[in-house]
């Protein structure tokens, strides 16, 4: 009797810590300070999340928008993957989205999923009709406190096959003296990101790594394979500072490890400048 129990102890220890692996949600607050950054843009703040896959945090997201509404964030970035073709189900997504454009702007790039699941006509007209701005090979000029900056956002590639074509579209009539933020899906292609010299890159898709050994990093990401060198944080890479989601949510692996679900919340800095 007292071996079963403990074995059942054990096994409600497990069951509880790989639930609250996929559950718990880590606010990562990152400075990133750039030498160009313009005077007002300094200690602007971004929340990035991406990889959502239709999970939901706790009733209407509750929990999820508690800790973006807390980081009070001047505009909101979405790198694709808001459903998962494999179980697609909206609802929880446009919850989401419906309480993220009261708090902020808020601008989405496509993932792999979003094509995947053939329905991205219906999620795009949906999400402009929420007011979210969905960039397609394109850019938006955005003002704050007179600053003009860019938000440029690319297709995922499944949807665009040619990446450059993208970039190329996305960074039309921008000079390089404007500052220029870039979203896009796929960070294992920062190196071509990084020649079209956007300031900074924000990108997902790797979902940490899925499992993430301590001391190592991500154990494996799709378009990297094993021990993947882009999976979190931020990476230098040329001119440009590229910031990649751990995600939200999971597709083909139902379970992380070491990895909680991640928002990001970004303040800009002037380099050199308090």
């Given at each position: 009797?007292?071996?079963?129990?403990?074995?059942?102890?054990?096994?409600?220890?497990?069951?509880?810590?790989?639930?609250?692996?996929?559950?718990?949600?880590?606010?990562?607050?990152?400075?990133?300070s750039i030498a160009n950054l313009p005077k007002a843009l300094n200690?602007?703040?971004?929340?990035?999340?991406?990889?959502?896959?239709?999970?939901?945090?706790?009733?209407?997201?509750?929990n999820l928008v508690r800790v973006i509404q807390?980081?009070?964030?001047?505009?909101?970035?979405?790198?694709?993957?808001?459903?998962?073709?494999?179980?697609?189900?909206d609802s929880a997504s446009f919850v989401l989205i419906?309480?993220?454009?009261?708090?902020?702007?808020?601008?989405?790039?496509?993932?792999?999923h979003e094509w995947?699941?053939?329905?991205?006509?219906?999620?795009?007209?949906?999400?402009?009709?929420?007011?979210?701005?969905?960039?397609?090979?394109?850019k938006r000029e955005v003002v704050f406190q007179?600053?003009?900056f860019f938000l440029a956002g690319i297709d995922d590639p499944l949807g665009y096959a040619n990446q450059d074509d993208s970039l190329r579209k996305a960074f039309r009539s921008i000079n390089k003296k404007d500052f220029v933020i870039l979203l896009a899906h796929r960070p294992e292609s920062v190196a071509l990101y990084s020649s079209y010299q956007p300031d900074l890159i924000l990108a997902g898709h790797a979902h940490g790594g899925q499992v993430r050994i301590p001391g190592v990093g991500g154990l494996i990401a799709p378009g990297q394979g094993f021990f993947p060198k882009y999976t979190s944080g931020a990476h230098q890479v040329a001119n440009s500072i590229m910031v990649v989601s751990r995600g939200l949510g999971n597709s083909?692996?139902?379970?992380?490890?070491?990895n909680h679900p991640e928002v990001v919340i970004i303040k800009l800095k002037r380099k050199g400048k308090d």
């Open positions: 009797m007292q071996r079963g129990m403990f074995f059942l102890a054990i096994l409600i220890l497990i069951v509880g810590v790989l639930y609250w692996e996929n559950n718990g949600l880590s606010a990562t607050e990152l400075d990133i200690e602007y703040k971004i929340v990035h999340i991406s990889d959502l896959h239709g999970k939901s945090f706790g009733p209407q997201q509750r807390e980081a009070r964030p001047n505009l909101i970035a979405i790198t694709g993957d808001l459903i998962d073709e494999r179980r697609y189900d419906k309480q993220l454009t009261k708090l902020a702007p808020v601008y989405f790039v496509t993932g792999n995947q699941s053939e329905r991205l006509s219906d999620l795009e007209e949906n999400l402009a009709t929420l007011g979210v701005k969905v960039l397609r090979n394109d007179g600053q003009k083909i692996i139902p379970q992380r490890l070491f």
